[in-house]
C-alpha cells in the first residue's frame, strides 16, 4: 500500500502560488488537494488549471477548517501572515510559510509558538536551502583543507522591476510587503550569510548609507554590514532598481566560493558553484588559477525539494506523534531578526545595532 | 630612422619592478635604460638579468643625476614617494609611480604640482586600466539599451598573504606603506568605482564596522560604502586575510557587468567578463538568461600597454613641448582622496564623511 501523501491545501493565489502548486506536484509524498481565495471564481480556476481533482474554497477560513488538509503553503502579502498562520496553527495545519515570515520578530515567535503549541511543522520557502548544491557548497565551506577559516561573506540580490512595479505591486505596499527589497530579495542575502555562518549571529549590524525607500517609506533598495567578534564580517545589498544578479561570494583563509545564481539557478537540472583553493599568483604575479566550476545535478527542482523536505517532516509528527523540527523554525527566525535589525539601523539613522547573545 | 626609445630608470628592486622592467622590454617606445637600488650589488644583479646593457646604480640620486634617463619607474614604499617623486621631477624625469601614489592627498598634490611645473608626465601603476579589456567593459556601461542607468558597484579585492607578511612585510609597517590593505588592494576597488562612475566623486564615504587593523595600526581589511546624490552607491572589501579574489559587479537599470580577475587577468592573452542585459526570469520564475561571457585578446600585457601609454605621452611632451596630459594625474588624485576619507571614516569611528562639491 502507498503510503498516504500529505494533503496541501494553498492559501491565497498569487504567482508564486502557481509554481509552488505544481512542484508540490512532483513531489512523491505530497499533493495539492485545496486552494483558496477570497475569490471563489479565482480559486475555482487556480484549481482547475492544476488538476479537477482539487477543491476551490471562496475563503481561507473554509480551507482551514477543511479536516482533509494536512499542511497549507501561504504565500500571502506578508502582513497577513500572522493572522492566518495562527488560524491554521490552531486548526493543526502544518505549515509551509512563504518569506519574509512576519512582520516583527514578535509577531513570528507567536507564529513559531502557535506551531509548537499545536504540534505542527514551520518552514518558510527559502526554497535554494533546498537544492542539492547547497549541501555540496557547506561541505566546501567546512573543508580546513579546502576552504580553511570564514573570514568574509558578500552577497548582492537586485532585481529588474517592470511596469507599474512601484505604483502597484504588494512589494511596495506598506500595508501589504512592509519589508519592501528588503523582505522580497535581502531576505535571500541574509539567509546565505548566516548559512555560510553556520548560523552563528553577528555581533552587530549596521546598515549602509544610501537606503532608498518610496514615498511610503517602504526599503526598495538597502544594504547592511554584519560584523563578529572573531573578526568575521558580511555585506549585502538588495535592490529593485537594478537588473536581476543573485551573487554570493564566500571568503576564506584557503579558499574561495562563489555563485551568481544562488536563489534561483540559471537552469532547471542543475547548479553550479565556483571554488578556488590556495589560488596563487605565478609568472611574476601576472596569471593566476581559474576558479573551478562544480556543476550539481538535481533530478527535482529545488521548490519540490523543499516541499518533500516540509511534507516528509510532517509525515514524521503524523506517524511518530514527535515534536516539529526545531531547525527550520530557529533559522527563519535568526534570518528575520537580522531583516529587522537592519531596517532599525535604517530607521534610527543607519546606526551600529549591537545584538545581545542568544 | 626608428624613433628614438624613451628611456626608463628604474628606482627600487622590488619585486613588482621585475615584472615593470620586463614588461618595459616587450614596448615598441620603450627600453630599461637604468636601475637603482640603495646596494649596487643588488642594482647590478636586477640590471644583469634584464640585459648587459642595463646601468645600475648604487643610490637613486645618481640614477637621476643621468641625463640619459627620460622617465622613472618607481615601486619604492609608499612613505618614500614624496621625497623621491619630487627629486625626479626637479630633474625633469616623467613619473611612472607605484600605487598608491602618496601617503596623504597633500602629498600627492604636491608630487602633481611639482610634475606640472617642471612639464613632466605623471601616472600612477594602475595596471588594469590598460587592458584592451577595460574600454571594451566601458563601452558596456556607456550602453543605454544595454546597460542603462549606472545604480550601483560593488568589488572585493582580497589577497592571501604567506609565511610571515603579517611580521615582515612592508605592506603593513607603518613606515613603509601605512595605507595597509587599503593602499595594496583597496586603492584598486576605489579605481574601479570611480572608473565605473565616469570619476564623478561620491557625496559621502562611510566605511564598514569591523575593519581589521594591526598592532601598528595599519589596516588589514576594511571596507566602505560610497553614497551619490542621486542614488548610486557602491561598496568595496579589500582583506589581507582571505584567499585571493579580484571581484567587480556593476549594476545597472538595464544591465549587469561583472568580472572576477579584474586587477590581473586569469590568463596573459586574453581577459574576460560577463554582461547580461533585460534578464528576466522565465518559466514561471524557475530558471533565467545565463549571463554571456566576452572574451578580450590582447597580444601584450596590461603593463606593457600601460608603459607604452605613459611612454606615448611622453614622446609627446618631448617632441611637440607640449604640456602633461592632466587625466591620469587627475583620477590619481580621485582614488588617492577617496582612500585618505574612507581611512578618516575608520579612525574617527566609522563615521560618515561627506565630500565638498569639487
New interface residues.
Partial sequence: MAAEKVRFGIIGCA??A??VA?RIGLTANSSVYAVASRSVDKAKEFANNLSSEVKAYGSYEQLLDDPCVDAVYMPLPTSLHLHWALKAAHKKKHILLEKPPALTVEDLDTIIEACNTNGVQFMDGTMWMHHPRTPKMKAFLQSPELF?EL??V?S?F?I?VAGKFFEEDIRVKPDLDAHGALGDVGWYCIRAILWANDYEMPQ?V?A???P?LNEAGVIT?C?A?F??QD?R?A?F?C?F?????M?L?V??????L?L??FV?????GSGSYFS??????V?????????SEHRVTTEL?Q?TLMVQEFASLVKSIQESGGKPDPHWPSISRKTQILLNVVKTSIQEG?I?VTLRSK
Same sequence: chains 1, 2.
Avoid at 532598481?241 to 544578479?245: G, M, N, T, V
Avoid at 609568472?283 to 576558479?291: A, L, S
Fill in positions: 504567482r508564486v502557481t509554481i505544481r580553511g573570514k568574509s558578500h548582492v537586485t529588474a552587530s549596521t549602509h548609507p544610501g532608498i533598495a544594504g554590514t560584523s563578529w573578526g564580517m555585506t545589498h535592490s532598481h537594478s537588473q536581476f544578479s551573487d561570494s571568503h576564506g583563509s584557503k579558499g574561495i562563489r551568481h545564481d534561483i539557478p540559471y537552469e532547471e578556488s583553493t590556495d589560488a596563487k599568483l609568472e611574476m604575479d601576472t596569471i593566476w588559477g581559474v576558479p527542482p521548490e543607519l551600529c
